[in-house]
């Protein structure tokens, strides 16, 4: 690829970041992702395996609409939070946002930015990305929640207290949020370009709430920084495919489309994805997947939905394993694995407790969750 090609694939995919990571943000701020933790609880009618379910289509749709990142960041501390107000072990939310942020990121080219990159290379934009990936895309969240279920059955059963729920502080910013993030999922599968989409649904979103609580826009955190990192990780990649890099990767993945040709490009880009990180993997076997699209879909499937064994597989699963520190877990213990399969982390003290009259935590208190706003906490 020429720079004006590089130009041409990598752009609109920054573009999409800063404006994604701008409506997640804003997102957040009317107290979107805190309703969809509260409408869970209360949708499992007190049931801990209905909660859960419901918790899985959010992750799902917060994946598939805007990124594993915005899972990751965003719904994690949601989780996290419910689960210890109603007294559940974090341990099976935890892993199943961790895991659906990786696994529920292939269906539309703005679930991944692996997958932004890819749908440059194919000649019918989305629609023909979607004809693609709507099988392994479905499969791999089926397979995901059954095995979830196994391994985390034993803590899904039982029952809870239904939570009340209280209004966001702002139901205007709060509507006109919700209505944009629902709106991205058909305008993105309809095939208007990922960047274009959110640019205009950000710049909606800034408008309503520098009308509505100006003093709030300074909190909005662009990821420049991150931008300028991933310009440098293409940057190097492209040299050291320049250089040979590119001759020692098709040796290793091969060519070819029969299924066996295809499950090696898949297993090579999730060996190298969980060895590095998905995106650099996936920059530099690229070039042996472009021009057939089913080995291109063979490679997102490998950096895509393989980086769950690796804490560095993904961008993702670094941001969630902040997000669990922050939320009163601990660091892996000395000499421990660093591994997104199992629970590393050692369980401090919860960030919320539920206390009986006398200030002590007590199990048997009531169990009540709201919609907490953060336009409640200021003047």
């Known amino acids: 690829m020429n720079a004006g090609e590089i130009v041409a694939q990598v752009a609109p995919v920054l573009v999409f970041l800063l404006a994604i990571t701008v409506i997640a943000e804003i997102a957040q701020l009317a107290g979107v992702f805190d309703a969809l933790g509260v409408f869970a609880a209360r949708l499992g009618r007190g049931r801990v395996t209905l909660m859960w379910l419901w918790l899985v289509l959010a992750a799902c749709a917060a994946t598939i609409v805007l990124s594993l990142d915005t899972t990751a960041v965003l719904l994690t501390p949601v989780v996290l939070a419910a689960a210890s107000r109603l007294g559940l072990s974090p341990l099976p939310f935890a892993m199943t946002t961790v895991w659906l942020a990786n696994t529920a990121s292939l269906l539309l080219p703005v679930s991944n930015l692996t997958n932004l990159l890819a749908v440059y290379h194919l000649e019918g934009g989305v629609r023909a990305y979607i004809a693609l990936s709507w099988r392994p895309a479905l499969a791999a969240i089926a397979l995901t929640v059954v095995v979830l279920w196994l391994l985390h059955r034993r803590d899904?059963?039982?029952?809870?207290?239904?939570?009340?729920?209280?209004?966001?502080?702002?139901?205007?910013?709060?509507?006109?949020?919700?209505?944009?993030?629902?709106?991205?999922?058909?305008?993105?599968?309809?095939?208007?370009?990922?960047?274009?989409?959110?640019?205009v649904a950000a710049l909606a979103l800034v408008a309503a709430l520098a009308v509505r609580a100006p003093q709030r826009l300074r909190e909005i955190v662009v990821p420049w920084r991150m931008v300028l990192i991933l310009a440098a990780v293409f940057a190097a990649v492209q040299a050291l495919l320049a250089v040979g890099l590119e001759d020692l990767v098709r040796g290793v993945a091969g060519e070819g489309t029969a299924p066996s040709d295809l499950l090696r490009l898949a297993g090579t880009g999730a060996l190298a994805a969980n060895g590095v990180n998905n995106l650099p993997a996936y920059l530099a076997l690229e070039p042996v997947a472009v021009g057939e699209p089913v080995r291109l879909m063979a490679l997102l499937v490998g950096v895509g939905i393989a980086p769950v064994v690796t804490f560095w597989a993904s961008l993702a699963t670094l941001l969630w394993r902040e997000r669990c520190a922050r939320a009163g877990c601990g660091s892996p213990p000395d000499g421990s694995r660093s591994t997104a399969w199992s629970w590393p982390f050692r369980r401090r003290s919860p960030p919320f407790s539920l206390s009986d009259a006398s200030g002590n935590p007590s199990r048997s208190a009531p169990r009540t969750l709201s919609v907490a706003s953060p336009y409640s906490r200021s003047s």
């Open 156 to 199: 899904l059963r039982g029952r809870y207290a239904v939570p009340d729920v209280a209004p966001p502080a702002d139901r205007v910013l709060f509507g006109i949020a919700a209505a944009v993030c629902v709106a991205l999922g058909p305008a993105f599968a309809l095939g208007v370009p990922p960047a274009a989409a959110s640019t």
